[in-house]
């Protein structure tokens, strides 16, 4: 795959329309090492699947992706995430906060506000957790159905350095297949700490 260029993004796109954030996402993505591969899609609503999710860097790594492509989009997190200081910025950079204790209605909620924008990008890790072994779940597949949105499948590839996007997928009717579908293309990419 070429790199990305990312300024070459379609119209339909949601973005931030911010240089500074833009070139920030860059050098921080160039310091670390990082490079971008892949297509967003000229979609103006869609989900993102991010995976593997194995360590704190990956939330690094993934904003830095969003600030280089200028994208606007949100994003489930862990509530406690969302504590003291950190609050107004992770609201701010488009974060949403999800007690993993305590999870029914986020499917719900995720559909409704897709039904409700006019242009919306929602990122999350399958995995939800970065526990060892954690199997993907299918809320994400729930939310891109329910909304009647595509998934783009996001890899953090450490061993290459490279956030990898594409392909795109439609979910099928079988939840579990395309589940299955879906873990087995992220199966032979290398996490930060592989399992």
Known sequence: MARTNCGSLGAAIPRRGSR???????????LLGWRIEGEVPDLPKFVIAVAPHTSNWDFVVGIAAMFALDLRLAFLGKHTLFRGPLAALMRGIGGIPVDRSNPHGVVAEAVLAFGKADRRILALAPQGTRSRGAAFKSGFLHIARGARV???LAALDYEARCVRLGPTVSPGDDVEVEL???AAHFAGVRGNHPR
Do not use: D, N
Not at 20 to 30: D, I, K
């Open 150 to 152: 595509p998934v783009l």
């Open 20 to 30: 500074l954030l833009q070139l920030l996402g860059r050098a921080v993505l160039r």
């Open 180 to 182: 299955k579908r879906i």
